[in-house]
């Protein structure tokens, strides 16, 4: 929502600002077309050879997402708190033997299933049930444990940067696009020396809007987008790596709730809830573990 409200102030105070100054807006709307195919077209032909379809499509996708902001709301790291208290309650009460159905096939499991959003993020149920799955081969040392679930959302946090890295790539190229459609502009000028000073003065007026707007969208659109999206991912990880310190912190011996209360501090705070909140939404699980 601000976003949206973002881009109509952007262009309300950039544009509003030129006509109160006694500029002409027909300049700009005659020359915008050409200038948004040269640098537009260039951008995105960058964007293609630069990148592979993987991040393309993120990026696409990116757009999206910076406007609707992180996909975990409180209520899902709630949900995530649960789902791992069953979890490793089910493992510290009944041992390994009663975990491996669940982890085993998770959309099967009636614990998994009360928790239909976090089973559509294939990595989180994936990073849940590995590093479960490794603890019933016996590998208990906490350390380990960490570090090879370190290195997974490593791995996860850079390949998610992908989009808004490449997003960011083009905004840092296009004031220079800007300037290739200028001197175009400037170049289709000279052709016409021979023309009276109006004529002149509104060619070289259209060929500046090329600089104009390789500058604006850099500024205003792409660069900003790019920034919101790497903030979107960056909050997004901590879902994450909520998963990690509950699991470290049973491998350290905690009862369930301790190692609960452990990973909800990891929560953000914007969506943390209270220990009391998550005391008493523990408390009214249903015991099917």
């Not at 999206?64 to 790291?77: I, V």
């Not at 590093?131 to 370190?150: F, G, K, S, V, W």
């Not at 790497?230 to 470290?248: G, H, N, P, R, T």
């Amino acid at each position: 929502m601000f976003q949206i409200i973002g881009i109509v102030v952007l262009f309300g105070m950039v544009f509003g600002s030129y006509i109160m100054a006694g500029g002409n807006m027909g300049v700009i709307t005659h020359a915008l077309p050409h200038e948004l195919m040269a640098i537009g077209g260039a951008a995105v032909a960058a964007f293609m050879i630069g990148n592979g379809m993987p991040v393309i499509k993120s990026s696409l996708a990116g757009f999206g997402k910076a406007f609707a902001g992180p996909k975990w709301k409180a209520a899902d790291y709630r949900d995530l708190l649960a789902l791992l208290f069953q979890l490793t309650k089910t493992m510290k009460s009944k041992g390994v033997i009663a975990l491996e159905s669940h982890i085993e096939k998770p959309g099967e499991s009636a614990i998994f299933q009360k928790y239909p959003k976090i089973m559509k993020d294939h990595f989180a149920i994936d990073f849940i049930c590995d590093t479960l799955r490794m603890m019933t081969m016996n590998l208990e040392d906490p350390h380990q444990i960490e570090d090879a679930m370190e290195k997974q959302l490593e791995k996860h946090h850079h390949e998610a940067l992908g989009a808004p890295h490449a997003l960011q790539t083009m905004a840092d190229g296009l004031p220079a696009l800007g300037i290739v459609a200028a001197v175009l502009g400037v170049i289709k000028t000279m052709g016409s020396i021979t023309e009276p000073p109006e004529v002149l003065g509104g060619m070289i007026g259209g060929a500046l809007v090329g600089t104009f707007l390789g500058v604006f969208l850099a500024y205003g659109l792409v660069g900003p987008l790019a920034a919101r999206l790497k903030a979107i991912i960056d909050e997004e990880a901590a879902f994450y790596k909520i998963i990690q310190s509950v699991l470290v912190a049973h491998l350290h011996g905690n009862a369930a709730q301790i190692s609960v209360e452990i990973g909800r501090g990891d929560i953000p705070s914007t969506a943390q809830p209270s220990f009391a909140e998550m005391e008493e939404a523990l408390q009214n699980l249903p015991n099917e573990a």
